[in-house]
């Protein structure tokens, strides 16, 4: 039986047009797209496409489209083996973080991918990115589709999509997954970790598309001064912050901070703890300059990256209300996210 693949087109480089006038790109109808990739039809698969109306640079992706993104699939399960969402490298990592989130019990691929040239441009990476994702996609074991999460397919690489992060604006080799092993590897064969593959979840697939936005961040630098500190924690509505710290999740010991810190944690605003490294973990209460973060009542975050966390708070804000619940969430391994 062949396998069916539906391609969402979101928009980003890999659709993208020089605009003459203004010597920007341009996000353009995914028709161009198409008949640039006539390999396509090649394909021992179905292969359909839905786009978005309007296509965009992943840079305005918003809470609705990743809800669009998420029901396309949802409206979808049930007719495909698997998904592609084809997205600009910008925001990829926080599209492929939300949906782990969003999408509940999922247990299809759902690969997202892009280029960093655009697919008519000779020397593009598009074409590869592209055609190895439906592949990925629509692969099958014993009639089960391999690959059971959100992924990104960038350059050779299948990485977990809430480990990731977009490190390079030049090289074709724009991903990292710094704190987890890449999932599959494409050379003469797609080579899959299936040590590293995430397992056959129980349930029917259900998507949660209630996303809380109302969180802040922080990021720590040598001479911040008690202003930017507090007016972070007296934005209105504010439900929690993440502070990007130093380390293993350091930060300064002075007083006025840890007095802001624990007000903040006292007047219920849910404080987790992310390190400004790019790999490694955070554990407060490793060195004298976490502890009184621990005790303020921050959350560790772990090793989680950056757009898994504002994910994920936006995530259990919107579906959970008890506080100390969501701490607890926080803390769990729900999508992969964090090594236990
Ligand atoms: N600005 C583009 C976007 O993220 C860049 C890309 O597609 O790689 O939509």
């Not at 028709?31 to 109306?53: A, C, M, R, T, W």
């Not at 305005?60 to 997205?87: P, R």
Request: glycine residues 8%.
């Amino acid at each position: 039986m062949k396998s069916n693949v539906l391609i969402i087109y979101t928009g980003g480089t890999i659709g993208m047009v020089m605009d003459p006038k203004s010597h920007t790109f341009v996000p353009f109808d995914f028709k161009h797209l198409y008949q640039q990739v006539p390999e396509l039809g090649k394909f021992d698969l179905n292969i359909s496409v839905n786009s978005f109306d309007k296509p965009i640079d992943s840079s305005d992706m918003n809470i609705e489209d990743w809800v669009k993104i998420a029901s396309t699939i949802k409206e979808n399960y049930n007719d495909y083996d698997g998904f592609v969402v084809l997205h600009g490298t910008d925001t990829m990592a926080f599209t492929a973080s939300a949906l782990s989130f969003m999408l509940e019990n999922l247990n299809k691929p759902v690969i997202l991918t892009g280029a960093q040239l655009p697919i008519g441009v000779i020397r593009t990476d598009g074409k590869e990115n592209l055609i190895t994702a439906i592949e990925i996609a629509g692969a099958k074991q014993n009639n089960e589709p391999i690959v059971k999460e959100v992924a990104i397919y960038f350059e050779y690489k299948l990485y977990r999509g809430n480990r990731t992060h977009k490190y390079n604006a030049e090289h074709f080799d724009a991903f990292k997954s710094p704190n987890y092993p890449i999932l599959a590897e494409a050379g003469i064969d797609i080579d899959y970790n299936y040590q590293a593959l995430n397992k056959q979840v129980g349930g029917t697939l259900n998507v949660s598309s209630a996303m809380n936005c109302n969180i802040g961040v922080l990021k720590l630098f040598p001479g911040i001064t008690p202003s930017l500190v507090k007016s972070i924690f007296s934005i209105d509505g504010i439900k929690a912050v993440i502070v990007e710290t130093f380390g293993s999740g350091n930060g300064t010991t002075r007083k006025w901070f840890l007095d802001e810190i624990e007000q903040a944690v006292r007047n219920g605003v849910i404080v987790l703890n992310i390190t400004q490294c790019n790999q490694g973990s955070v554990e407060q209460g490793r060195y004298a300059t976490s502890i009184g973060l621990k005790n303020a009542g921050v959350i560790g975050g772990m090793d989680m990256t950056f757009e898994a966390a504002v994910t994920k708070l936006m995530y259990l804000l919107g579906n959970y209300s008890d506080i100390d619940e969501i701490k607890k969430l926080l803390q769990l391994n729900l999508r992969g996210e964090i090594s236990c």
